[in-house]
Structures are given as structure tokens and as C-alpha cells.
């Protein structure tokens, strides 16, 4: 791979003729690229890097400097500035970056944004018991809702160190950026700040379904039992956990805070239902990427069964009977919800479903454009609790 530059002015080329003339017994030196990100960058058509290839550039950045190139002025400057910087810094943003990639972001932001519409929504229901002192009980529920993401995430990539090495090669434990040692200190950590926030704060009930989800989560990956090998049991886990667990735990909590017994209202009973089917729908969907992994470790999946293709119309069916059923309930239960918001919303996002299914079938099902088929559901499910609070 050659660096092109766009054509230098005449006065450029005077100049250089002179050098030329002058020393013409030097050598020649070919400006060679440091790093192959270089190119994976210039020539990728896609605007934002996907989490593969933003592992991959800084991979290849870190073994650039071992390549036998010709040292051009741009990259000893660089190298300058890299070794005048502080070791241990380094090695502490490396750590927080592999601890991040160890939470999977796009699960924390499903549970931040999903406990909060459900606070926003009983707080909107009860806006005569809104007290200040109470945010700092927030809080501390929505990290402690963090912390079991965290241990469920993370107990997950550390017993399928081997199937990530082929499906998600940019995890921490799987890139070799964080130690099966400090991954265990991690999910502990997680379990045991997590578990204390919620007996210190929300009661027996409440404490009793976090460490309902917990061991969900523990006995989805943990072997000998490791349900995730089993479908059915692994769709109704984390369906279980991210959907009736999550709204149900968060909506009792909020209202056990305000003084409130527990009764369900429409609208929370609607996202309850519309996200317990949701998180089935991710449940089958999120195998689709991993295909190749699961068949080289005999992990049995519906998309390794039935194939991609048919998963993705499976997964894509279920959400178009969600948003036709939220439209439904619009029109039959004015009373209950916005029609003004409900219908258009729900059709808007039904359709943009339709549009990236036909996305994917021109796309031929190529791993990349799974990929990207499986970030947007994961999109439509964050687009559905930002309009949660106003329905």
C-alpha cells in the first residue's frame, strides 16, 4: 500500500526539482505507512467505525512500530510524543477502556435508559410526591441495576472466552485486555456492591428479585447447568430478566419510595408486556452474529438450526405484532394512552423495521450487515423507552 498525496503546486515541484539537482547522490527514500489502520481508515465507506474495526485499528497501531518500515518525519513525531507519556497512565486508560468493553455499553444504556422511563413514568404519575431526598435513592438503584448488568455481562464472556476468540474478538478477556483474574474480581465486585445496594436500600421484596436475576444470569452461563446451550430455556431467561424482572423490580421500587403500595397502570403493564417481547426478540436475535462460533463449539441456537435468514424474519415478525399491538391499544384504550404519540411513533418505528429487514436482504446476510441489523434492534428497543414516559 503506497500513501498518495494530491499533487503538489508548481512552486512544489521547482523546490523539489532543486533538492533533487543538489543532492542527487542521497538516496531515495519511499514514504512507506506505519500502521495498516492507515488504509483500513481512508478506505473504509462506512462513517462510523464498528466495534470490531475501532479493535482492530488500535491492534494494529500497537504492532506497527514493530514492522520493518523506513521511519518518515509524521511517524518519529508521533513516536516522540508517545514516549514522552506517562507508563502508568497508560496503563490506566487501557484498563478503563477493557472494563468498558467488559460492561458491553449497548446493555447499559437498555438498563439505564429503561429504569429511568419507568421512575420518569411513576413520578409523572405522582407528581404531588416528588421529594428531593429521594434522588439520591435513584441513584443508588440505578447503579446497583448497573452493577447486575455488569455480573450477568461479564460471567457470560468469562466461561465463553474460547467462542468470543471467533465471534467478538474485540472483548476484553478475548483480546487478551483484561485477565480471567481481573474479570472474576470484577463480576464479584459487581454482585457483592450491587446485592448490598438493594438490601441497604429497597427492602426484602425488591432484594429478593435482584438476586432472582442474578442467579438467572449465573445459571444461563455457568456450567454444569449453562441453560444458554438450550434455546428455549436461554430466550426465556433473558426475557425474564430484561423484561418482566426489570420493569416490574423498578416500577415497585419507585412507587414503594413514594409511599405507594403497588398496582399496575396501563401504560406500565403495555412496556412490560411490549419489552418481555422485545428482550425475546433479542434473545434470537443476538445469535445471529455468532453463528460461526457457536457451530465450531456445538452451541445449538435457533440460527445455527433454522439459519440466519429465517431468524431474522422471525425476530422481525414478532416486533411488527409488538408495534401493531401498541397501535391497537392506542385506538381501543384513548383513555389510557396518547394517540396523538402512540400511533405515529409505533408506525414510524414499525416501518423503519421493514426498511432495514429489506437492507439486509440486499446486503445478501453477509456477517457485516447482521451485525448492523442487530445494533438497530437494539436502537428500537432504547427509541421505545425514550417515548415510554409520554404515552
Given at each position: 500500500m503506497e500513501l498518495s498525496f494530491s499533487p503538489p503546486s508548481s512552486l512544489g515541484i521547482s523546490a523539489l526539482n532543486t533538492h533533487r539537482n543538489t543532492s542527487s547522490h542521497q538516496p531515495k527514500i519511499p514514504i512507506k505507512p506505519t500502521s495498516k489502520s492507515f488504509d483500513l481508515f481512508f478506505k473504509s465507506s462506512k462513517p462510523f467505525p464498528s466495534s470490531t474495526e475501532i479493535y482492530s485499528l488500535k491492534r494494529s497501531s500497537?504492532?506497527?512500530?514493530?514492522?520493518?518500515?523506513?521511519?518518515?518525519?509524521?511517524?518519529?513525531?508521533?513516536?516522540?510524543?508517545?514516549?514522552?507519556?506517562?507508563?502508568?497512565?497508560?496503563?490506566?486508560?487501557?484498563?478503563?477502556?477493557?472494563?468498558?468493553?467488559?460492561?458491553?455499553?449497548?446493555?447499559?444504556?437498555?438498563?439505564?435508559?429503561?429504569?429511568?422511563?419507568l421512575v420518569a413514568r411513576a413520578l409523572i404519575e405522582n407528581t404531588n410526591l416528588i421529594k428531593w431526598s429521594l434522588v439520591l435513592k435513584a441513584f443508588s438503584g440505578l447503579f446497583a441495576l448497573i452493577c447486575g448488568n455488569g455480573y450477568i455481562v461479564g460471567i457470560n464472556q468469562i466461561y465463553d472466552i474460547g467462542i468470543d476468540k471467533v465471534n467478538k474478538p474485540y472483548l476484553p478477556i478475548a483480546a487478551g485486555d483484561l485477565s480471567v483474574q481481573s474479570a472474576w474480581l470484577l463480576v464479584i465486585f459487581f454482585a457483592v456492591a450491587g446485592v448490598l445496594i438493594v438490601v441497604l436500600n429497597f427492602g426484602?421484596?425488591?432484594?429478593?428479585?435482584?438476586?432472582?436475576?442474578?442467579?438467572?444470569?449465573t445459571i444461563y452461563s455457568v456450567p454444569p447447568l449453562r441453560f444458554k446451550r438450550f434455546p428455549v430455556i436461554a430466550f426465556l431467561i433473558i426475557a425474564t430478566v430484561r423484561g418482566f424482572l426489570l420493569n416490574f423490580g423498578v416500577y415497585h421500587a419507585t412507587r414503594a419510595a413514594l409511599g405507594l403500595p403497588f398496582e399496575w397502570s396501563s401504560p406500565v403493564a403495555f412496556i412490560t408486556t411490549f419489552v418481555t417481547l422485545f428482550a425475546l426478540v433479542i434473545a434470537?436475535?443476538?445469535?445471529?452474529?455468532?453463528?460461526?462460533?457457536?457451530?465450531?463449539?456445538?452451541i445449538s441456537t435457533l440460527a445455527t438450526k433454522l439459519g440466519v435468514r429465517n431468524i431474522a424474519f422471525l425476530g422481525s415478525g414478532l416486533l411488527l405484532v409488538n408495534y401493531v399491538g401498541a397501535v391497537l391499544a392506542a385506538i381501543y384504550?384513548?383513555?389510557?394512552?396518547?394517540?396523538?404519540?402512540?400511533?405515529?411513533?409505533?408506525?414510524?418505528?414499525a416501518l423503519s423495521l421493514v426498511f432495514q429487514m429489506w437492507i439486509l436482504e440486499q446486503a445478501n446476510y453477509t456477517k457485516e450487515a447482521i451485525s448492523g441489523f442487530y445494533r438497530f434492534i437494539w436502537n428500537l428497543f432504547y427509541a421505545e423507552y425514550i417515548i415510554f414516559p409520554f404515552i
Open positions: 500497537k504492532l506497527a512500530p514493530n514492522r520493518h518500515y523506513r521511519r518518515n518525519p509524521i511517524w518519529a513525531c508521533s513516536q516522540a510524543g508517545a514516549a514522552g507519556s506517562d507508563p502508568i497512565l497508560n496503563k490506566i486508560s487501557d484498563f478503563k477502556d477493557a472494563c468498558w468493553r467488559f460492561l458491553r455499553p449497548h446493555t447499559i444504556r437498555g438498563t439505564a435508559l429503561g429504569s429511568t422511563a426484602p421484596f425488591i432484594t429478593s428479585l435482584y438476586c432472582l436475576g442474578l442467579f438467572l444470569g434470537i436475535t443476538k445469535d445471529l452474529p455468532d453463528v460461526e462460533g457457536d457451530r465450531k463449539y456445538n384504550m384513548p383513555q389510557d394512552f396518547s394517540r396523538s404519540l402512540m400511533i405515529p411513533a409505533h408506525t414510524i418505528l
